[in-house]
């Protein structure tokens, strides 16, 4: 596992991160310090994680916006179907 001080920038590796930790946690027979630790990480990877979703959102606002200012927003297509959710 990587150490906490090389945490990982991009989505994919803070998600691979993220899944490592849960089931470490999960897994149980911690000592209650490792616990924290791995839960404070977590929490960390989390809030990175939810700050490049917002950049990747406010990045797609921006290419979908039209000339007059106004933001157009679309839902994401599911890739399970490649269809829009609700159609």
Request: glycine share 12%; charged share 35%.
């Amino acid at each position: 596992m990587e150490p906490a001080d090389k945490a990982p920038e991009r989505f994919d590796d803070i998600l691979v991160r993220l899944r490592a930790l849960v089931d470490r946690l999960e897994g149980g027979n911690l000592p209650l310090e490792d616990g924290l630790r791995f839960f404070e990480e977590g929490m960390d990877l989390c809030r990175r994680g939810a700050e490049i979703l917002d950049r990747a959102e406010k990045r797609v606002e921006v290419l979908l916006s039209t000339a007059g200012g106004n933001v157009k927003t679309a839902p994401l297509a599911d890739p399970g179907n490649g269809r829009a959710e609700g159609e």
